[in-house]
């Protein structure tokens, strides 16, 4: 079923009134001040009366990614735009973010009803929809690149939105979520404390069955999935992370065994499931301790997300990847959100202190945290085994890089080259500057 169609079908009733009732509203509506979250009003058809808030920066790209950001039972979209850290990679990566809010304020989303779980079905999600459409329409927003999130209900919708729109997101990740269905009571809004309890558990095909239900006859493309999950949440219990992963296995056509198991930070536990050609469709993150509390703000939880997305693509001009020390086989990391920490090189793992962008302006970017830092040579030194650290961007020629056709990359001010100290392969050897000598410890690829 074509996204086109459905729009048509689900609008074609009502054309006539909406024009009758909105006149012009869609035209006129106030435009998002750069770098403001802003409420629309009048966005299109909303039939449980929710809220939009948008966020454009100001360094927006053109045809810029949206990012559907939803809000836990007692938020709200400008809560979460505050307490957590999207806005500020939005910053950096110049996509959009819509955070809608519930109505009545402070309520869950309803995950629950047969209209939800629907496509176009009614309730929610159709004036989430609205708010993307709209977003399309009046801020030049990617229709093929469309993306959601959330946390606790927000999760739980995220799935929702996954499941009855699969041509619209091209990924999503699910904080503190239940799986599509799950949730399930025939009323709007309800609660199944089974669910919540961890206590709902089916084999992965009855709950893939669930979701193609969701949109029946389509066959296309499926979006990738991100999970997040404390192991002590009272709240969802853990439980339904793997029920998750049971679920978005199937309906990706992936394997349940995971194809890679890591800890990417102390107590995380990461477990991957890659197709036949080796591409993550389905990423979950167990966090040990972890209460009802994800994404922790200032921590890497969104940018990770926000890289398994893709939403953090290099603004026009520059380039983004893992920066590869070659003779090591290991990649640039950043171990700290701390400005001033010296850079090393570790296993290569694909986590958001391993992305680098440069810039048109030739710096080397990595944003951790929220917080977004340059590749800089210490104290502006220019001698040998100067270290190379992260630091607030300020645009001095001690954070100007050019990236050698030799494989070689070299500061501007001082013209020495990014050197693996004392020839090392081992996670934690730094990083620092020395003169170019042609060794392969000084040999890097971008990207």
């Known amino acids: 079923m074509s996204r086109t169609h459905s729009f048509a079908s689900r609008l074609i009733g009502v054309l006539a009134v909406l024009a009758l009732a909105l006149g012009l509203n869609l035209q006129t509506a106030p435009r998002a001040a750069a770098a403001s979250l802003t409420q629309i009003t009048n966005f299109g058809t909303n039939p449980t009366g929710l809220a939009m808030h948008l966020y454009v920066p100001a360094g927006v790209k053109p045809n810029p ?131 919540a309890g961890g206590q ?75 197709n036949g050609a080796g591409a993550t469709r389905v990423e979950a993150y167990s966090i040990s301790g972890a209460g009802h509390q994800l994404p922790v703000q200032g921590s890497r939880m969104a940018a990770d997300a926000v890289h398994f997305m893709g939403l953090d693509a290099a603004p026009s001009g520059g380039t983004a990847g893992a920066l590869r020390a070659v003779a090591a086989g290991k990649c640039l990391t950043d171990p700290g959100t701390a400005a001033g920490t010296q850079q090393q090189i570790a296993t290569c793992n694909g986590a958001a ?45 001690n954070q100007q890089w050019q990236v050698n056709p030799n494989g070689t990359v070299t500061g501007v001010q001082s013209g020495l080259c990014l050197d693996v100290a004392g020839l090392g392969t081992a996670d934690g050897t730094p990083v620092q500057l020395w003169s170019c000598s042609g060794g392969s410890n000084q040999q890097w690829k971008l990207g």
């Open 65 to 195: 990614p949206i990012l559907l950001a939803l809000h836990g039972c007692q938020g709200s979209g400008p809560y979460l735009y505050s307490s957590t850290d999207f806005a500020a990679l939005a910053d950096r990566y110049g996509f959009l973010v819509v955070y809608p809010s519930t109505n009545p304020g402070g309520s869950c989303w309803d995950v629950s009803s047969d209209q939800a779980l629907t496509r176009g079905g009614g309730s929610d999600p159709v004036g989430l929809m609205s708010m993307i459409t709209y977003a399309e329409q009046h801020y030049g927003g990617n229709p093929d690149a469309v993306y959601v999130t959330g946390e606790s209900s927000g999760a739980m919708m995220t799935n929702v939105m996954l499941a009855d729109y699969p041509d619209v997101f091209k990924a999503g990740a699910a904080f503190m979520g239940v799986p599509y269905h799950c949730f399930y009571t025939g009323t709007v809004r309800g609660w199944n404390g089974p669910c």
């Open 200 to 274: 709902v558990s089916l084999s992965a095909q009855q709950w893939g069955d669930l979701v193609r239900r969701a949109d029946p006859g389509y066959t296309g493309p499926r979006p990738r999935v991100q999970l997040w999950h404390g192991t002590a949440d009272t709240i969802l219990n853990h439980n339904n992370l793997g029920e998750e992963v049971k679920q978005w296995t199937d309906v990706l056509g992936v394997s349940q065994t995971p194809s890679a198991t890591d800890t990417p930070a102390s107590g995380w536990t990461r477990t991957r499931y890659n």
């Open 353 to 397: 202190n391993q992305i680098w962008t440069r810039t048109p302006s030739n710096q080397l970017t990595v944003t951790v945290g929220g917080s977004t830092l340059c590749l800089d040579a210490s104290a502006r030194g220019t001698a040998n085994g100067t270290k190379v650290i992260a630091w607030s961007c300020n645009g001095q020629p």
